[in-house]
């Protein structure tokens, strides 16, 4: 492949110096786990979301998981509770709430945006529904105005799947993560912002759900020996918390390189084939994925193959079909299933070259059926 869907090696060789540097620190620090890089990655992202408080976690399905289960321990959600969540997301958001022996509710996708649809989140609302979880689908804020006065007057409590949009921020400046009353976050390598490993993090402004969350990642524990509630053993490890820190300083401008990406995608690709995003321009969109939709997906992704492009489907089995959610989920979820079986994600990151970007687009443009 000339044109790799996202080049890892890439993107962290930007950093070859600064990751030696971390290394060396964390290596004569003598800790390694819960140490000062933890703790300052904790305090610095938080900084940037906005937020009172970050907890770090090992990956993004604990961070959501984490929410859930914590809530449980304060007795502010129960076992059995319903939880809206769109259908069209990554399975984890929904392994996350049955994990918690909580419910999911499948929300169908708007077509357009790719994010929750207010239309069938009214349909799908009962009195077991408790909690909303929102996804910022491919990078996109989810409209946060709607969804926060749609959970003020059905009294539920918001949460967000910010896995895949980090530093994404509303018209008023505030950034995904700090919206609703917590979030997760996923530091998978592929990630916006992206550790050498797994990494994930709950923000939150809540006093007593962080605490919870802070006991919960580390079997329970208050102290060293004594453990009050029953947790798990997952930390984010110091060593990709502290090579969080150093991409952390680059990561608005990083968005901003895959902006310019999108931008030129959605500006220069012309073609009857495939419609483009309606969205373009502001700082609610990160383009962790830049998704496309074609009638032809199949033979678009092996005429791109032929060009050397490699494109991906984010997800071609939606979570309603997958074997292992099936004793979970009963729903018709046509507009799910439309997608998964038309979506496209072309090359995006913040180290293609125009000349990269000029080549995907002319291999679409130059797609026939
Ligand atoms: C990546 C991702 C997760 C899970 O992250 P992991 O760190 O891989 O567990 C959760 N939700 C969404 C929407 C994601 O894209």
Redesign the pocket.
Known sequence: MTIPFIDLRQVNMRFKTAFQNDFKILQNSGRYIMGESLSAFEEEFAAFCGTKHTIGVG????A?TLIFESYIQLGRLKTGDKILVPAH??M??IMAIIKAGLVPVLVEPNIDTFNIDFNDMRAKMMPQVKAVMA?H?YGFLVDTQALKSFCRDNNLICIE?A??AHGAMTAYGERAGSIGAAA?F???PT?NLGALG???AVTTNDDELAKMIRQLRDYGRINRDESVVFGVNSRLDDIQASFLSTKLKVLDDDNGLRRAVANRYIREIQSPFVATPTYSGDLDHVWHIFAIRSAHRNILIDHLKNHGIAAMVHYPIPPHRQKALSPFIESELPVSDNISQTQISLPISPVMTDDQVSMVINAVNAFRV
Do not use: C, E, I
């Not at 990956?59 to 604990?62: I, M």
């Open positions: 990956n993004g399905l604990d959501l997301t990554y984890a958001s996804v689908m799947d896995a895949q997760g996923s530091f998978y990630k797994d990494g994930g």
